[in-house]
């Protein structure tokens, strides 16, 4: 009797452990699953419309997957190509390229613009002077001049990524990029009105207020975009940034040229075009959304974070996008912005800001301003003519621009690891090759020409991996609290090592002559091997994933990660949970989260 019952409670178990496997496993070859009863229902994700698991593991029990199951369940790299297009709104679309235009573009075009006019504006600089004071500069002046001219656009940069945490948290990721062109135009009236008022101060002055621009932009644009976008194109859309800092310095070479602007009567007109994009921005993306996370986690606001969802996702059920931000505020426990200072504190996040700081250093770092610096010389060696240096330099731009829209097609099947370290050790090879062309080039006839193509492909190298993925990596390392603090410390990187570069690397090249490639040479290997055993892949992986993969290497467990946050001002889980939910559900802010 006593055997009957337990074979009776065996068979009852196993009918249960069945139902529950056929619940879990996909049917074959159609868009329905088959209970253990024998009927057929649709899978959950038919019926709601959400996106289904980007992975669901094989049973034990031997359950097969079809390629027509109603829930897709192949990893994403099994994933078909139109299912990632749909992620791919047209708000999405828009936000991003205004957005960009109106940032990230004039970064680059800002770095370029000046290289076209510098005779006239030497020039321009001479003769001002003697009006004034009777006398010409000499050489040296001048040069320190201009020098100073182009350098303090990285100073004004500098104060911009120190400044722009607490502008993103008082007004949002939206609203800063708005307000940030205020800097734009009033710096493109200054530099551009200097012609005419006899002023060099004003150029220079509107260097400085174009830096701080570029500073807030580099870390408002990014955060903006990692924030509104799906995690299966996170990368893709991040790439927006380097592919828009490519097309405007490809733009200001264009715009430079002497059929254009590049006239001593027209070279005003490069600093006054900079305001076309600032008003484009401005007219845009005031009927585009806040950042949903920043109105979810910040503001506290639901009713505006799922509209702002379902503008930028372009469906109307988002519970699952609300549910997982609330997931990750849960596992975080505190949706307080954490200072520098916090953060360069916090265990859990230690290698993530080290990461931060290698790969913006190296991206500043890599020799990408030597390039740019023998390009004319090189040219010139292989014979071509010094009229037509500057049409050739357009190639320079042009594959600048083609390699990162390459990068971010690819961004998303290849992994962000692949392209960063291959970025990076490309860039080893062909340095090391053209220090050698760059030596011997003078005793073989063909080497020139070499140089050339080292001198492309190093380009290349550097936009299809360094040149955009620090930008994403640092909005996807942090969680919404940290991304702030996280970006203000990777500006700082960036422009520190920006000025270094300016003010170091005459240096460099005087006393090691063309040996001097073989420095960005040691500093690309070094962030390359530092990356490969340091980076985890970040691709279609949520920001708690991502936490879990660097948590070994911190030596904290995701579930002791909150703990590092705050030590000595915490609540208990269950009464910061219960603050967090009545804050969410009333869209109040009262009742933050301390």
């Given at each position: 009797m006593e055997n009957k019952q337990q074979s009776d409670s065996e068979m009852k178990e196993n009918k249960a452990v069945k139902k529950k496997m056929a619940k879990k496993a996909p049917a074959r070859g159609a868009g329905t699953q088959r209970t253990g009863g024998g009927q057929r229902r649709e899978p959950p994700c038919a019926r709601t419309g959400e996106q289904p698991p980007p992975r669901v593991e094989r049973q034990a029990a031997g359950a097969e997957q079809g390629e027509g199951a109603g829930c897709f369940t192949a990893s994403s790299q099994d994933r078909p190509y139109r299912q990632v297009l749909r992620n791919w709104s047209g708000s999405l679309i828009v936000a991003s390229l205004t957005g960009a235009f109106g940032s990230s573009f004039?970064?680059?075009?800002?770095?370029?613009?000046?290289?076209?006019?510098?005779?006239?504006?030497?020039?321009?600089?001479?003769?001002?002077?003697?009006?004034?004071?009777?006398?010409?500069?000499?050489?040296?002046?001048?040069?320190?001049?201009?020098?100073?001219?182009?350098?303090?656009?990285?100073?004004?940069?500098?104060?911009?990524?120190?400044?722009?945490?607490?502008?993103?948290?008082?007004?949002?990721?939206?609203?800063?990029l708005l307000l940030n062109n205020v800097f734009a135009v009033t710096a493109a009236l200054l530099m551009s009105l200097?012609?005419?008022?006899?002023?060099?101060?004003?150029?220079?002055?509107?260097?400085?207020?174009?830096?701080?621009?570029?500073?807030?932009?580099?870390?408002?644009?990014?955060?903006?975009?990692?924030?509104?976008?799906?995690?299966?194109?996170r990368g893709s859309l991040g790439q927006v940034t380097a592919i828009f800092i490519c097309i405007g310095v490809f733009t200001g070479q264009v715009l430079g040229l002497p059929e254009i602007f590049g006239q001593e009567s027209r070279w005003p007109y490069l600093f006054g075009a900079i305001i076309v994009p600032s008003l484009i921005q401005i007219v845009i993306l005031p009927f585009l959304p806040?950042?949903?996370?920043?109105?979810?986690?910040?503001?506290?606001?639901?009713?505006?974070?799922?509209?702002?969802?379902?503008t930028f996702l372009g469906k109307d059920d988002v519970s699952h996008e609300v549910e997982e931000v609330l997931a990750e505020s849960r596992v975080q426990r505190n949706t307080k912005l954490v200072s520098v200072l916090q953060l360069l504190r916090t265990h859990a996040v230690r290698w993530q800001v080290i990461t931060v700081v290698v790969t913006m250093g190296c991206y500043q770092l890599c020799g990408l301003n030597a390039?740019?610096?023998y390009t004319n010389n090189i040219f010139s060696e292989a014979g071509i003519n010094h009229e037509t240096i500057p049409y050739v330099t357009l190639s320079t731009g042009a594959v600048e621009t083609m390699a990162a829209v390459f990068s971010g097609l690819v961004i998303e099947r290849l992994g962000r690891r692949?392209?960063?370290?291959?970025?990076?050790?490309?860039?080893?090879?062909?340095?090391?090759?053209?220090?050698?062309?760059?030596?011997?080039?003078?005793?073989?006839?063909?080497?020139?020409?070499?140089?050339?193509?080292c001198i492309l492909a190093i380009i290349a190298s550097f936009c299809i991996g360094p040149g955009g993925i620090p930008f994403v990596l640092t909005g996807e390392f942090f969680q919404q609290s940290q991304r702030p603090a996280a970006f203000m410390i990777a500006g700082t990187v960036n422009w520190l090592s920006n000025f270094a570069v300016g003010l170091l690397f005459p240096f460099i090249q005087g006393g090691l002559q063309t040996y001097c490639f073989l420095v960005f040479a040691a500093?690309?290997?070094?962030?390359?091997?530092?990356?490969?055993?340091?980076?985890?892949?970040?691709?279609?992986?949520?920001?708690?994933?991502?936490?879990?993969?660097?948590?070994?290497?911190?030596?904290?467990?995701?579930?002791?990660?909150?703990?590092?946050h705050y030590p000595g001002e915490r609540k208990s889980s269950a009464e910061q949970e219960s603050n967090f939910t009545s804050s969410v559900d009333n869209g109040e802010t009262k009742k933050g989260i301390v």
């Open positions: 004039l970064y680059g075009y800002n770095l370029s613009v000046v290289n076209a006019p510098a005779a006239y504006i030497k020039k321009f600089y001479n003769e001002t002077w003697e009006r004034r004071y009777g006398f010409s500069l000499d050489e040296s002046s001048l040069t320190l001049l201009w020098s100073i001219t182009v350098s303090v656009f990285a100073i004004g940069g500098l104060v911009g990524a120190i400044i722009v945490t607490p502008i993103v948290k008082f007004f949002g990721r939206k609203c800063t200097s012609f005419l008022a006899g002023s060099f101060e004003m150029l220079i002055l509107g260097r400085i207020i174009m830096g701080v621009d570029a500073g807030i932009s580099l870390s408002a644009l990014p955060m903006y975009l990692s924030e509104i976008s799906p995690k299966e194109i806040e950042s949903p996370r920043y109105l979810l986690l910040e503001r506290h606001n639901r009713s505006k974070a799922e509209k702002a969802f379902q390039i740019w610096y692949p392209l960063l370290i291959g970025g990076f050790g490309l860039m080893v090879v062909f340095f090391a090759v053209l220090t050698v062309s760059l030596t011997l080039q003078k005793t073989v006839h063909w080497l020139p020409y070499l140089s050339i193509f500093i690309c290997f070094a962030g390359a091997t530092y990356l490969f055993f340091v980076l985890p892949e970040t691709k279609n992986k949520t920001f708690n994933e991502i936490s879990q993969a660097f948590a070994k290497r911190n030596k904290v467990s995701l579930e002791m990660q909150e703990m590092n």
